[in-house]
């Protein structure tokens, strides 16, 4: 069965730093797109970063735009998330995700990605 399994979340005070990895259980998930994203309480889950299966193409929500980075370690088949700079409305479990049917195309739209994670909570005091 295909797992992705989060991890790395945590507390931090603002303007910490955390990183995120994402396991995949399977090594055919280095081939396709991968990608992030988080539900805040009350709110509908919204995307934050994709990148390609081979890294070269990144796309990222505004709000984490010159904060996180996204990369993947095709070897480990594993993904990561740096989060820095972190504030309070980052706070949201957050959920890595594959799109097995793309390894180019980076959508941000939560029905384009057909694998998840079961997530990780991160909780940003202010």
């Known amino acids: 069965q295909v797992q992705l399994v989060e991890s790395g979340g945590g507390l931090v005070q603002a303007g910490g730093s955390l990183r995120l990895s994402c396991a995949a259980s399977?090594?055919?998930?280095?081939?396709?797109?991968m990608g992030w994203f988080r539900q805040a309480p009350g709110k509908e889950r919204e995307f934050v970063a994709a990148?390609?299966?081979?890294?070269?193409?990144?796309r990222y929500a505004e709000s984490a735009k010159g904060r996180f980075t996204i990369s993947r370690d095709n070897a480990k088949n594993t993904m990561y998330l740096q989060m820095n700079s972190l504030k309070p409305e980052d706070t949201a479990v957050y959920y890595c995700?594959?799109?097995?049917?793309?390894?180019?195309?980076?959508?941000?739209?939560?029905?384009?990605?057909?694998?998840w994670g079961q997530g990780t909570q991160v909780t940003v005091s202010s």
């Open positions: 399977q090594r055919t998930f280095s081939s396709v797109v």
């Open positions: 990148l390609s299966r081979n890294s070269g193409i990144t």
């Open positions: 995700a594959a799109d097995s049917a793309h390894s180019l195309r980076l959508s941000s739209r939560e029905v384009e990605y057909d694998y």
